[in-house]
């Protein structure tokens, strides 16, 4: 026999509730990041259009597995779809605990292997420009070592007025012979 209790009854209408929220929201997710149908978004996720259609609408909940590919799809990172969708998210660090950003562009899950390695440079060749700080002292030059982790359009010493890409050895590499 099916429990009528007002306490089920109640929890059953918040779990709707939270199902038409979440399913609002990756509506507007989706169309927000350019797909004007659901067929287009569910070929990107992996699933069939009717699926898709079943979490907008609140008809299905949306299985804690299917947030990577949802952030996948709509470009986001996976916390964020994660807490849209009233998943369970992991606990904040504790106050004051901060990552860097190495930390945070490695533990990203939305990226490839590639972008980590691109933003990984990217970051690094900021860092060495030395940005100015407050009250306009210039930050300590780089070491040694961060020196040696540049590319060399990045280094300081770096001068595209003299740099000869014909020459037959590129300071950072293998002779050029051993190019072809």
Partial sequence: MQDLSPVGDADQLEQMQRQMRAGAWLRSARTDAGYRSAGAFAKVVGVHQTQINNYERGIHRIPEERALDLA??????????????????????????????????????????????????????????RPV?????????????????????????????????????DQDGPPREDWE
């Avoid at 070592?145 to 001068?159: G, I, K, S, T």
């Fill in 72 to 129: 996948r799809a709509l470009r986001l990172p996976v916390i964020e779809v994660r807490r849209r969708l009233g998943m369970w998210l992991p606990d904040d660090p504790p106050s004051g605990q901060t990552i860097s950003p190495e930390e945070a562009i490695r533990a990203d899950e939305t990226l490839t292997a590639d972008q980590r390695e691109l933003l990984l440079s990217m970051l690094a060749t900021l860092r060495a420009q």
């Fill in 133 to 169: 700080r407050v009250g306009g002292a210039s930050a300590p030059p780089p070491s040694p070592a961060e020196l040696a982790a540049l590319p060399l359009f990045a280094r300081p010493d770096f001068d595209p007025a003299t740099y000869d890409p014909t020459a037959r050895r």
